[in-house]
Protein backbone atom coordinates (compact mmCIF):
# COMPACT_ATOMS: atom_id res chain seq x y z
CA UNK A 1 0.00 0.00 0.00
CA UNK A 2 1.61 3.28 -1.19
CA UNK A 3 1.98 6.24 1.83
CA UNK A 4 -0.93 8.46 0.41
CA UNK A 5 -3.11 5.23 0.75
CA UNK A 6 -1.90 4.40 3.84
CA UNK A 7 -2.48 7.59 5.84
CA UNK A 8 -5.16 9.57 3.43
CA UNK A 9 -8.25 10.97 5.83
CA UNK A 10 -6.97 8.47 8.86
CA UNK A 11 -7.81 9.03 12.61
CA UNK A 12 -4.81 7.11 14.65
CA UNK A 13 -3.90 6.73 17.94
CA UNK A 14 -0.66 8.96 19.08
CA UNK A 15 2.04 7.02 20.72
CA UNK A 16 2.11 7.22 24.45
CA UNK A 17 4.47 5.70 27.01
CA UNK A 18 3.09 3.03 29.29
CA UNK A 19 -0.51 3.84 27.60
CA UNK A 20 -0.17 2.38 24.23
CA UNK A 21 0.35 -1.65 24.89
CA UNK A 22 -1.72 -4.23 23.34
CA UNK A 23 -5.30 -3.99 24.86
CA UNK A 24 -5.03 0.06 24.82
CA UNK A 25 -4.35 -0.24 20.82
CA UNK A 26 -6.78 -3.27 20.17
CA UNK A 27 -9.62 -1.71 21.75
CA UNK A 28 -9.11 1.88 20.38
CA UNK A 29 -8.89 -0.12 16.54
CA UNK A 30 -12.62 -1.99 17.32
CA UNK A 31 -14.02 1.32 18.36
CA UNK A 32 -12.42 2.69 14.83
CA UNK A 33 -8.97 4.07 15.33
CA UNK A 34 -7.45 3.38 11.55
CA UNK A 35 -3.57 3.46 12.61
CA UNK A 36 -2.22 2.62 16.56
CA UNK A 37 1.44 3.25 17.62
CA UNK A 38 2.62 1.37 20.31
CA UNK A 39 4.37 3.28 22.83
CA UNK A 40 8.39 4.44 23.16
CA UNK A 41 10.08 0.89 22.48
CA UNK A 42 13.89 2.26 23.49
CA UNK A 43 16.52 0.46 21.28
CA UNK A 44 18.78 -0.84 23.11
CA UNK A 45 16.23 -2.84 24.61
CA UNK A 46 15.14 -3.98 21.28
CA UNK A 47 18.16 -4.93 20.66
CA UNK A 48 18.56 -7.35 22.66
CA UNK A 49 14.90 -9.51 23.45
CA UNK A 50 13.65 -12.96 22.14
CA UNK A 51 10.83 -12.63 19.47
CA UNK A 52 8.44 -15.27 20.56
CA UNK A 53 6.06 -17.02 18.92
CA UNK A 54 3.24 -17.59 21.53
CA UNK A 55 0.92 -19.80 20.43
CA UNK A 56 -0.39 -20.45 24.13
CA UNK A 57 -1.71 -17.10 23.32
CA UNK A 58 -2.24 -16.46 20.10
CA UNK A 59 0.27 -13.77 19.98
CA UNK A 60 3.77 -11.99 19.09
CA UNK A 61 5.73 -11.22 21.99
CA UNK A 62 9.40 -9.43 22.49
CA UNK A 63 10.67 -11.13 25.74
CA UNK A 64 13.65 -9.40 28.05
CA UNK A 65 16.42 -12.19 28.85
CA UNK A 66 17.10 -10.21 32.17
CA UNK A 67 13.96 -10.20 32.87
CA UNK A 68 12.55 -11.07 36.46
CA UNK A 69 9.50 -11.59 36.81
CA UNK A 70 6.92 -12.16 34.36
CA UNK A 71 5.48 -9.12 34.28
CA UNK A 72 8.31 -7.20 33.09
CA UNK A 73 9.28 -9.68 30.54
CA UNK A 74 7.35 -8.93 27.48
CA UNK A 75 8.79 -5.61 26.72
CA UNK A 76 6.39 -5.35 23.43
CA UNK A 77 3.53 -7.57 22.53
CA UNK A 78 1.32 -7.52 19.10
CA UNK A 79 -1.06 -10.11 17.56
CA UNK A 80 -1.17 -10.99 13.39
CA UNK A 81 -4.71 -9.19 13.31
CA UNK A 82 -2.72 -5.83 14.48
CA UNK A 83 -0.37 -6.01 11.93
CA UNK A 84 -1.48 -3.82 8.57
CA UNK A 85 -2.27 -0.91 11.23
CA UNK A 86 0.25 -1.10 13.79
CA UNK A 87 3.46 1.51 13.42
CA UNK A 88 6.24 0.71 16.06
CA UNK A 89 7.80 3.63 17.50
CA UNK A 90 11.60 3.57 18.31
CA UNK A 91 13.34 6.10 20.49
CA UNK A 92 17.16 6.09 19.36
CA UNK A 93 19.31 8.34 19.05
CA UNK A 94 22.16 6.12 16.11
CA UNK A 95 21.41 4.99 13.44
CA UNK A 96 22.93 1.45 13.32
CA UNK A 97 21.15 0.85 16.49
CA UNK A 98 17.74 1.52 15.16
CA UNK A 99 18.16 -0.47 11.89
CA UNK A 100 18.71 -3.49 14.54
CA UNK A 101 16.14 -2.80 16.95
CA UNK A 102 13.50 -2.34 13.70
CA UNK A 103 14.61 -5.74 12.11
CA UNK A 104 13.55 -7.41 15.46
CA UNK A 105 10.03 -6.60 14.69
CA UNK A 106 9.67 -5.51 10.84
CA UNK A 107 7.72 -8.40 10.03
CA UNK A 108 4.99 -7.89 12.68
CA UNK A 109 4.43 -4.16 12.19
CA UNK A 110 3.37 -1.83 8.99
CA UNK A 111 5.86 0.53 9.89
CA UNK A 112 8.82 1.84 11.95
CA UNK A 113 8.21 5.24 13.74
CA UNK A 114 11.07 7.35 14.83
CA UNK A 115 10.35 9.69 18.46
CA UNK A 116 11.69 13.03 17.67
CA UNK A 117 9.72 14.69 20.35
CA UNK A 118 9.73 13.68 23.45
CA UNK A 119 11.27 16.57 25.45
CA UNK A 120 11.61 14.35 28.23
CA UNK A 121 14.90 13.28 29.81
CA UNK A 122 14.78 9.72 29.83
CA UNK A 123 14.82 10.17 25.57
CA UNK A 124 17.19 13.11 25.18
CA UNK A 125 19.65 12.30 27.34
CA UNK A 126 20.84 9.34 25.09
CA UNK A 127 20.40 11.64 22.22
CA UNK A 128 16.74 10.31 20.89
CA UNK A 129 13.57 12.21 21.37
CA UNK A 130 13.54 16.14 20.98
CA UNK A 131 17.43 15.84 20.88
CA UNK A 132 17.21 14.97 17.41
CA UNK A 133 15.41 18.32 16.41
CA UNK A 134 18.65 19.83 16.34
CA UNK A 135 20.34 17.03 14.87
CA UNK A 136 19.63 17.46 10.60
CA UNK A 137 22.59 14.93 9.76
CA UNK A 138 21.51 12.41 12.49
CA UNK A 139 17.70 12.19 11.41
CA UNK A 140 19.03 11.93 7.90
CA UNK A 141 21.47 8.93 9.04
CA UNK A 142 18.45 7.49 11.04
CA UNK A 143 15.90 7.68 8.19
CA UNK A 144 17.68 7.15 5.38
CA UNK A 145 19.34 3.91 6.97
CA UNK A 146 15.64 2.45 7.75
CA UNK A 147 14.67 3.67 4.44
CA UNK A 148 17.68 1.67 2.48
CA UNK A 149 17.76 -1.58 4.70
CA UNK A 150 13.51 -2.38 5.43
CA UNK A 151 11.45 -4.06 3.33
CA UNK A 152 9.84 -1.81 0.36
CA UNK A 153 6.05 -2.60 1.34
CA UNK A 154 7.44 -1.33 5.61
CA UNK A 155 6.91 2.16 6.20
CA UNK A 156 9.47 4.36 7.70
CA UNK A 157 7.90 7.58 9.63
CA UNK A 158 9.18 9.72 12.22
CA UNK A 159 7.24 12.53 14.34
CA UNK A 160 8.70 15.83 15.72
CA UNK A 161 7.38 19.01 17.21
CA UNK A 162 7.89 22.80 16.48
CA UNK A 163 11.70 23.89 16.42
CA UNK A 164 11.61 27.58 17.96
CA UNK A 165 10.85 29.35 14.42
CA UNK A 166 8.71 28.43 11.61
CA UNK A 167 11.76 28.68 9.16
CA UNK A 168 13.79 26.09 11.28
CA UNK A 169 10.51 23.05 11.21
CA UNK A 170 9.87 23.77 7.67
CA UNK A 171 14.03 23.22 6.97
CA UNK A 172 13.69 20.26 8.91
CA UNK A 173 10.34 18.98 7.55
CA UNK A 174 12.03 18.95 4.13
CA UNK A 175 15.50 17.04 5.52
CA UNK A 176 12.57 14.44 6.49
CA UNK A 177 10.80 14.14 3.30
CA UNK A 178 14.26 13.75 1.14
CA UNK A 179 14.95 10.83 3.24
CA UNK A 180 11.87 9.20 1.57
CA UNK A 181 9.51 8.45 4.73
CA UNK A 182 6.07 7.57 4.21
CA UNK A 183 4.91 11.08 6.34
CA UNK A 184 5.76 11.97 9.59
CA UNK A 185 4.19 13.25 12.42
CA UNK A 186 4.02 16.86 13.57
CA UNK A 187 2.81 17.69 17.12
CA UNK A 188 1.94 21.51 17.00
CA UNK A 189 3.84 22.11 20.40
CA UNK A 190 7.48 23.70 21.28
CA UNK A 191 9.70 21.24 22.96
CA UNK A 192 9.06 23.80 26.49
CA UNK A 193 5.26 23.55 25.89
CA UNK A 194 3.50 21.49 28.38
CA UNK A 195 0.20 19.70 27.47
CA UNK A 196 -1.77 22.23 28.75
CA UNK A 197 -0.60 24.93 26.14
CA UNK A 198 -2.93 24.76 22.94
CA UNK A 199 -1.40 23.47 19.85
CA UNK A 200 -0.49 25.62 17.06
CA UNK A 201 -2.60 24.10 14.36
CA UNK A 202 -1.72 27.30 12.33
CA UNK A 203 1.90 26.28 12.37
CA UNK A 204 1.02 22.66 11.22
CA UNK A 205 -0.23 23.88 8.41
CA UNK A 206 2.52 26.19 7.41
CA UNK A 207 4.56 22.63 7.35
CA UNK A 208 2.17 20.84 5.49
CA UNK A 209 2.38 23.33 2.98
CA UNK A 210 5.81 23.00 2.68
CA UNK A 211 5.95 19.52 1.85
CA UNK A 212 4.79 16.86 -1.02
CA UNK A 213 4.80 13.81 1.74
CA UNK A 214 1.72 12.92 3.82
CA UNK A 215 1.97 14.70 6.91
CA UNK A 216 -0.07 13.55 10.43
CA UNK A 217 -1.35 16.31 12.33
CA UNK A 218 -1.56 15.95 16.45
CA UNK A 219 -2.15 18.25 19.02
CA UNK A 220 -5.51 18.99 21.14
CA UNK A 221 -8.01 16.29 19.64
CA UNK A 222 -10.57 15.22 22.37
CA UNK A 223 -13.53 14.82 20.58
CA UNK A 224 -14.33 12.71 17.44
CA UNK A 225 -14.97 15.53 15.49
CA UNK A 226 -11.57 17.19 16.15
CA UNK A 227 -10.28 14.25 13.55
CA UNK A 228 -11.63 15.58 10.65
CA UNK A 229 -11.18 19.73 11.79
CA UNK A 230 -7.49 19.18 12.44
CA UNK A 231 -7.46 17.76 9.05
CA UNK A 232 -9.18 20.39 7.46
CA UNK A 233 -7.24 23.66 9.86
CA UNK A 234 -4.11 22.11 8.77
CA UNK A 235 -4.54 20.38 5.19
CA UNK A 236 -2.90 16.93 7.03
CA UNK A 237 -3.48 14.17 5.70
CA UNK A 238 -4.66 12.52 9.17
CA UNK A 239 -4.91 13.75 11.98
CA UNK A 240 -3.94 11.03 15.28
CA UNK A 241 -5.17 11.57 18.84
CA UNK A 242 -2.84 11.08 22.26
CA UNK A 243 -4.39 12.37 25.93
CA UNK A 244 -8.16 12.14 24.21
CA UNK A 245 -7.72 8.52 23.42
CA UNK A 246 -5.87 7.71 27.26
CA UNK A 247 -8.99 8.82 29.12
CA UNK A 248 -11.33 7.46 26.88
CA UNK A 249 -10.20 5.08 23.58
CA UNK A 250 -14.03 5.29 22.06
CA UNK A 251 -13.05 8.88 21.24
CA UNK A 252 -12.28 7.17 17.73
CA UNK A 253 -16.19 5.73 17.29
CA UNK A 254 -18.16 7.65 14.98
CA UNK A 255 -21.38 7.62 16.79
CA UNK A 256 -19.54 9.28 19.94
CA UNK A 257 -17.80 8.06 23.59
CA UNK A 258 -19.60 5.97 25.36
CA UNK A 259 -19.27 6.89 29.03
CA UNK A 260 -16.20 6.66 31.01
CA UNK A 261 -16.77 3.53 33.06
CA UNK A 262 -18.13 1.95 30.26
CA UNK A 263 -15.22 2.27 28.43
CA UNK A 264 -12.56 1.31 31.52
CA UNK A 265 -15.10 -2.06 31.95
CA UNK A 266 -14.15 -2.75 28.15
CA UNK A 267 -10.17 -1.66 28.82
CA UNK A 268 -10.32 -4.23 31.94
CA UNK A 269 -12.22 -6.38 29.57
CA UNK A 270 -9.04 -6.59 27.03
CA UNK A 271 -6.38 -7.16 29.81
CA UNK A 272 -8.22 -9.91 31.49
CA UNK A 273 -8.88 -11.92 28.26
CA UNK A 274 -5.49 -11.73 27.74
CA UNK A 275 -3.73 -12.29 31.01
CA UNK A 276 -2.06 -8.61 30.80
CA UNK A 277 0.47 -7.17 33.26
CA UNK A 278 -0.86 -6.56 36.44
CA UNK A 279 1.45 -3.43 36.65
CA UNK A 280 0.27 -2.15 33.48
CA UNK A 281 -3.62 -2.97 33.96
CA UNK A 282 -3.60 -0.45 37.03
CA UNK A 283 -1.67 2.04 34.74
CA UNK A 284 -4.39 1.95 32.37
CA UNK A 285 -6.79 2.13 35.12
CA UNK A 286 -5.26 4.82 37.33
CA UNK A 287 -4.85 7.08 33.89
CA UNK A 288 -8.72 7.04 33.20
CA UNK A 289 -9.90 7.23 36.66
CA UNK A 290 -7.89 10.28 37.41
CA UNK A 291 -9.74 12.02 34.65
CA UNK A 292 -12.98 10.62 35.97
CA UNK A 293 -13.84 9.83 39.71
CA UNK A 294 -10.39 10.72 40.88
CA UNK A 295 -7.89 8.02 42.89
CA UNK A 296 -9.13 9.20 46.05
CA UNK A 297 -11.56 7.20 47.09
CA UNK A 298 -12.62 3.73 47.99
CA UNK A 299 -12.11 2.40 44.86
CA UNK A 300 -8.77 4.03 43.67
CA UNK A 301 -7.88 2.60 47.32
CA UNK A 302 -8.71 -0.94 46.56
CA UNK A 303 -7.42 -0.66 43.22
CA UNK A 304 -3.93 0.59 44.47
CA UNK A 305 -3.62 -2.31 47.07
CA UNK A 306 -4.54 -5.34 43.71
CA UNK A 307 -1.79 -7.80 44.00
CA UNK A 308 -2.98 -9.84 40.91
CA UNK A 309 -5.96 -8.87 37.93
CA UNK A 310 -8.66 -11.07 39.65
CA UNK A 311 -8.10 -8.33 42.62
CA UNK A 312 -8.33 -5.43 39.87
CA UNK A 313 -11.43 -7.86 38.70
CA UNK A 314 -13.06 -7.62 42.13
CA UNK A 315 -12.48 -4.30 42.89
CA UNK A 316 -14.57 -2.87 39.18
CA UNK A 317 -17.32 -6.02 39.39
CA UNK A 318 -16.24 -7.90 36.36
CA UNK A 319 -16.61 -11.73 36.71
CA UNK A 320 -13.33 -13.63 37.02
CA UNK A 321 -13.79 -16.12 34.39
CA UNK A 322 -12.80 -13.23 31.65
CA UNK A 323 -8.80 -13.76 33.09
CA UNK A 324 -6.97 -15.87 30.37
CA UNK A 325 -10.30 -16.08 28.06
CA UNK A 326 -8.10 -15.70 24.83
CA UNK A 327 -5.90 -18.47 25.96
CA UNK A 328 -5.71 -21.18 23.13
CA UNK A 329 -3.66 -23.77 25.39
CA UNK A 330 -2.97 -24.31 28.78
CA UNK A 331 0.71 -22.74 28.41
CA UNK A 332 2.00 -20.60 30.82
CA UNK A 333 2.65 -16.99 29.72
CA UNK A 334 6.47 -17.00 28.46
CA UNK A 335 8.66 -15.75 30.95
CA UNK A 336 12.05 -16.25 30.02
CA UNK A 337 12.81 -18.80 31.85
CA UNK A 338 10.33 -20.95 30.47
CA UNK A 339 10.67 -20.35 26.79
CA UNK A 340 13.57 -22.56 26.21
CA UNK A 341 11.62 -25.54 27.07
CA UNK A 342 8.41 -24.79 25.75
CA UNK A 343 7.66 -26.70 22.46
CA UNK A 344 4.77 -24.70 21.48
CA UNK A 345 6.60 -21.42 22.14
CA UNK A 346 9.20 -21.04 19.00
CA UNK A 347 11.97 -18.18 19.92
CA UNK A 348 13.83 -17.06 16.69
CA UNK A 349 17.00 -16.30 16.23
CA UNK A 350 17.64 -12.84 14.18
CA UNK A 351 19.02 -14.97 11.23
CA UNK A 352 15.33 -15.74 10.83
CA UNK A 353 13.47 -12.69 11.25
Known amino acids: MDAWEFYKGKNILAPMVRVNTMPTRLLAAEYGADIVYSEELIDRKMMK ?10 TVDFIDPDATNDDTAVV ?18 DATRALQSAMVAVNDVAAIDINMGCPLKFSTASGAGSALL ?7 DILTTLRRNLPAETHVTCKIRLLETIEQTVELARVIEKCGVSAFGVHGRYVGQRPRDAAHWDKIKQVVESVSCPVIANGDVFEYSDFEKIRAE ?3 AAAMCGRGAMWNQSIFRKEGVIPPRDNLN ?12 LKNTKYLTREILIKSTGLENEEGWALNKSKSLADVAGVFNIPENVIGRKRVSNLKRPCEDLVENDENVRVKSSSEQ
Do not use: D, I, Y
Not at 78 to 93: A, D, Y
Not at 266 to 277: A, D, I, Q, R, Y
Open 266 to 277: SLLTKCFEWNHS
Open 49 to 58: VKRVENTAWG
Open 76 to 93: FQTTPEEKNRLVMQLGTG
Open 234 to 236: TGA
Open 134 to 140: KKPETVH
